[in-house]
């Protein structure tokens, strides 16, 4: 039971750059999201996901697309990374909403 | 504006003492409330919980305490070990309908001195 997995690591890109980072859980949860975090500034939510094909917006999307096609991938796209997407991006699923997430490993981004 | 609040961004405890992290919330209307715990290079991980029909909920070392009328909690951790330096995050939700997220504060550096 891997739990949820996020894919890669880390990353560099070039500003202008396109990326897609790939979270997977093998809980059937049906929530999902994707949270960013910046020194100082705590897990801000980016986009969730309540079930395969819904989506919607969190506190900082601006610049950020998702995809959930299957339940058990989530999918947060980076079409035009800037600076100022550089941080660490975490993603969590739950069984219900607004209770317990489980988080993954995270992805350290760096845009230069 | 921010509606979870963790005003100290650091502490410092001896091993074997207790270390006590405060939480204050804004928004009324949340009901659930959890804390997490965070190493470097590693997410988040749960640690515990408390609903808003209670006002303590303990497990193990780990003891959280809710106080709605001034819309703060605290996560109280006997005796301290090394081992739970760590940086804790406290959040809170709302469990009502159309609900699906948490609010996060930005959390407490705790670092237990061996």
């Known amino acids: 039971n891997a739990g949820v997995t996020q894919t890669p690591k880390f990353r560099v890109l070039k500003t202008g750059q396109s990326m897609t980072l790939l979270c997977a859980q093998d809980m059937n949860h049906e929530y999902m999201y994707w949270y960013r975090q910046d020194p100082g500034m705590g897990l801000r939510l980016i986009h969730y996901s309540v079930g395969a094909g819904i989506t919607d917006q969190g506190e900082v999307p601006n610049g950020y697309n998702v995809s959930r096609l299957k339940k058990q991938n989530f999918l947060l796209g980076l079409e035009s990374a800037a600076p100022s997407q550089t941080s660490v991006y975490f993603c969590a699923s739950s069984y219900l909403g607004p209770y317990e997430q489980y988080f993954g490993p995270g992805t350290r981004l760096t845009v230069t | 504006d921010q509606q979870v609040k963790q005003n100290s961004p650091s502490l410092s405890v001896q091993e074997g003492r207790i270390s006590i992290l405060n939480c204050d919330y804004t928004n009324s209307m949340f009901d659930y409330f959890l804390w997490y715990k965070k190493y470097p290079a590693e997410g988040p991980t749960f640690l515990i919980s408390i609903s808003s029909i209670k006002d303590k909920n303990e497990d193990g070392r780990f003891t959280v305490f809710l106080n709605k009328s001034a819309k703060h909690l605290s996560l109280h951790i006997v005796p301290s070990q090394p081992g739970d330096s760590a940086v804790y995050f406290c959040?809170?939700?709302?469990?009502?309908?159309?609900?699906?997220?948490?609010?996060f504060g930005k959390g407490t550096k705790l670092s237990v001195i061996p």
């Open positions: 959040a809170a939700s709302y469990s009502g309908a159309g609900s699906y997220q948490l609010t």
